[in-house]
């Protein structure tokens, strides 16, 4: 986990890349493709470093 605890701020969210609609246009499955472990991690540290007990509580944040 980062030491930056403003990582949240720091770090845009992402969303992950989409099939290519001829994929999608044809198969009933998720449109999005998984995120790489990094990318993961990354997103993760979003929420896990923010410091912000009220977020948690709330289930709700940037």
């Known amino acids: ?3 930056n605890v403003y ?5 845009q969210r ?3 890349p989409k099939k ?7 198969e009933f499955v998720e449109i ?3 995120f ?3 990318q993961a991690k990354a997103q993760a540290d ?5 410091g ?4 948690r509580m709330e289930m709700s944040g940037p």
């Open 52 to 55: 912000n007990p009220l977020l």
């Open 32 to 34: 999005y493709e998984p």
């Open 36 to 38: 790489s472990e990094g």
């Open 7 to 11: 990582q949240f701020i720091d770090l």
């Open 20 to 26: 290519p609609l001829k994929i999608r246009k044809i």
């Open 1 to 3: 986990m980062s030491q």
């Open 14 to 16: 992402v969303d992950p």
């Open 46 to 50: 979003r929420c896990l470093s923010c």
